[in-house]
Structure formats: structure tokens, C-alpha cells
């Protein structure tokens, strides 16, 4: 016996997936033994992989959050990059905040409002709002990634079991 997939809105299926790498980002950050581990690089690297939790925040909070929801937000960009030994509990926060946020506004942006253009172009182009999210996602899951092997890189821990849909 075979089941049907379960039809949802572009909105819920893209808030699930948002949800589901979110908890993957919170999962990874977790898998951190403590705070100074989030804070180290690997030869080559630029980026330690609490500098990208913090850019991942500003970035959602900043598209998803101010720009589609209208939450409140001022983005500070430039402190993405030059903050440094945020505490890992701290981080923890900030990434279950967004992980509550994020989800709750894509799922009530109707359909219309998807195909419409996102409310400003991106590198000089303009987007529908799908798209961006759609670019959004893939932004999340390049860095998540990243994140991953730093964490395995820097600590010498293996592979971790992540949350699926």
C-alpha cells in the first residue's frame, strides 16, 4: 500500500523545511562541547562557525523577520563578522528564537504574496518571494554545512543524527 503525499501550500512546505534545518542549525550548534570550540577555525578558513550562527540570525531576522513579518529588527551586519566568543548557551538562544520566528511568518504569507516581487531586489535583481526564500533556504543549508564540518574539523567528533521532516 502506497500513501499519497500530504498537499500543502507552498507557504507550509517551505516554513517545514525551514523548521527542520533550524532545529539542524540548533542541533549542530549543541554538538558543541563548549563555547571557545565554536570560536575556532581550520587552516584556510575564515569564518568560525559561531560567526556564521551569528550571520545565519542577522540574515533571517533581517529578510524573513523585519522584511516579510515586519518584526522589528536593526541588522548590523559588519558585528556578524567581527563578533567573537558569543557564549554557546547565548547562541542557543538566539537560533531557538529564530527557529520560532521564521516558520510562523512564512506559513501565513499567502500564496499572491509569494509570487509577488520580494519587497527589495537582491544584487540588483528582482525576485519573487519564493525565490528569495527559496534562496533564503539554500543560504541556510550551505552554511549549515559549513557549520558541520567545522564542528568535525575543530573538535574531532564525528557525524551527528539531524532532524528530518
Do not use: C
Amino acid at each position: 500500500m502506497t500513501s499519497t503525499p500530504r498537499h500543502e501550500s507552498l507557504s507550509e512546505e517551505l516554513a517545514n523545511l525551514f523548521h527542520r534545518d533550524i532545529t539542524r542549525l540548533l542541533q549542530e550548534v549543541r554538538a558543541f562541547p563548549e563555547t571557545a570550540a565554536l570560536w575556532k577555525t581550520a587552516p584556510g578558513v575564515a569564518n568560525a562557525a559561531g560567526t556564521l550562527v551569528l550571520h545565519l540570525e542577522g540574515n533571517l531576522r533581517e529578510y524573513v523577520g523585519r522584511q516579510l513579518g515586519a518584526i522589528a529588527y536593526a541588522r548590523d551586519r559588519p558585528r556578524e563578522f567581527s563578533a567573537r566568543d558569543v557564549a554557546l548557551d547565548e547562541l542557543v538562544r538566539r537560533v531557538e528564537a529564530v527557529r520560532e520566528m521564521v516558520p510562523t511568518v512564512v506559513r501565513a504569507i499567502p500564496d499572491a504574496r509569494l509570487a509577488a516581487p520580494y519587497p527589495e531586489p537582491y544584487d540588483g535583481a528582482v525576485l519573487s518571494t519564493q525565490m528569495f526564500l527559496i534562496h533564503l533556504l539554500t543560504h541556510l543549508d550551505y552554511h549549515l554545512g559549513q557549520i558541520d564540518y567545522l564542528r568535525r574539523i575543530t573538535t574531532g567528533a564525528g557525524a551527528i543524527t539531524l532532524a528530518g521532516l
